[in-house]
């Protein structure tokens, strides 16, 4: 079990909203959980802006219930490195095979319960809303998301693919946040 860093909608959870202004900075930590390879990204947001921050994967092993605890006590540590403000995952995506799905939710847990010592806000987007935001397709496949995310990121490597779907979700969630500002603003001044 190891971290491999490579440094550099619809809201659920309701916490202390953030002060309001177009300008505002905002560190986001995006998750693709995983019960083997769950992804982590880090950006700060500010207006326009979208730098990396941090970005690897937690590799697990074992049981299913050490996994699990490994994916809540590495994404704890993340939280508490790193101090973000908010939270984007991507909603849960239903296969025809239920045990799958049953230990992504699980997984998915893990790591959301892992942010609520903090009392982060979390945000969810579909997959194909979160593809659509950063390559222009809900359709596209893994290696056009890893591409668009280093494109968008300016990396000097491609990120590994669970690393570059929680990036894509913090990126994603950074366009949505934008957006959401700049319609308060104008009808602030209306």
């Not at 994967?57 to 299913?64: E, K, R, Y």
């Not at 809303?129 to 995310?149: D, F, L, N, T, Y």
């Not at 570059?164 to 104008?186: P, Y």
Request: aromatic share 4%.
């Amino acid at each position: 079990m190891r971290i491999s860093p490579q440094s550099s909608s619809r809201r659920w959870f309701d916490a202390a909203p953030a002060a309001s202004g177009v300008r505002d900075a905002v560190r986001i930590l995006g998750i693709d959980p995983g019960s083997r390879l769950t992804g982590f990204g880090i950006v700060d947001s500010q207006g326009s802006s979208i730098k990396l921050v941090d970005c690897g994967t937690i590799s697990t092993s074992g049981d299913h219930a050490e996994r699990l605890r490994r994916i809540f006590n590495e994404i704890e540590r993340l939280v508490a490195r790193h101090e973000p403000q908010e939270v984007a995952v991507e909603r849960v995506f239903v296969h025809r095979n239920a045990d799958s799905a049953l230990k992504l939710g699980q997984a998915r847990a893990a790591a959301l319960c892992a942010t609520f010592g903090s009392k982060l806000p979390i945000y969810e987007y579909a997959a194909r809303h979160i593809k659509k935001a950063v390559v222009g397709r809900g359709a596209a496949e893994k290696a056009q998301v890893q591409h668009m995310v280093r494109l968008l990121l300016a990396m000097q490597a491609l990120p590994a693919p669970d690393a570059a779907d929680a990036l894509a979700a913090a990126l994603c969630h950074a366009h949505e946040r934008g957006a959401q500002q700049l319609i308060k603003a104008v009808a602030v001044r209306s």
